[in-house]
Every structure is written in C-alpha cells, then in structure tokens.
C-alpha cells in the first residue's frame, strides 16, 4: 500500500520560499511508469497542479507557476520536494503530494498540509 506524508513549515513570510518535501512508502518513486505530482488548493477555490518529477527524474511543471517552482527528488530517502519562491498570501493553500500516471494523480495522496503566507 503505497502512502505519501507531507512535510514541512505551516508559515511561511511574503517574498520567502515555501519548501515542502513529501515521503513516499510502500513504493520506490523510481518506478515505472509512475509520475510523483504537487497539486494545492487555495481556500474556496478547486484543485491547482503545480507540476510533477517522474520515476526517471524528468520535471515538468504548471505554465502559470514554472517561473517560481522547483521540484527535486532524493531516491536515498524516497522522497520528492516541491520550492515556490517568491511566495504572496495568494499561495495559502492546502497543499498536497500525490503519485499518478505523467501529470494526471491517481488515488494515492497525501493528507495535505496547510501553508499559510500572511498578508
């Protein structure tokens, strides 16, 4: 049974960068053909996919947000970080790790961790 945890600050400062890292168990992340995505939910408003790094460690990220994202992984540790610089109180979200086939998640999540930056 594959799960995924967040991790990571709850607050983070205007203008920082948001750094969340996500453990995988039950599954390697270098295994084909899954791909390991961030998606986040803003309050009241629906799902947003930031981007994804797969089992090859390609990248691929959202158009609107590839200028501030970065996601990495450590294969030592299983486990795969998004960074969003230059953050604004518009990136308070619940923020979420899931696994999936190239940009599309399928049923395994993480719980999701709230991320608040302060106006």
């Known amino acids: 049974q594959v799960q995924l945890m967040e991790s990571g600050p709850g607050l983070v400062k205007p203008s920082q960068t948001l750094s969340l890292t996500c453990t995988v168990s039950?599954?390697?992340?270098?295994?084909?053909?899954?791909?390991w995505s961030w998606i986040r939910q803003p309050p009241g408003k629906g799902l947003e996919w930031m981007g994804v790094?797969?089992?090859?460690?390609?990248?691929d990220y959202s158009p609107s947000l590839k200028s501030r994202t970065s996601i990495s992984r450590d294969t030592s540790k299983n486990q795969f970080s998004l960074q969003l610089s230059l953050v604004t109180p518009e990136d308070t979200a619940v923020y979420y790790c899931a696994r999936g086939i190239s940009t599309i998640p399928d049923k395994y999540w993480g719980q999701g961790t709230q991320v608040t930056v302060p106006s």
């Open positions: 039950g599954g390697s992340i270098r295994i084909r053909p899954y791909c």
């Open positions: 790094v797969c089992y090859d460690g390609s990248t």
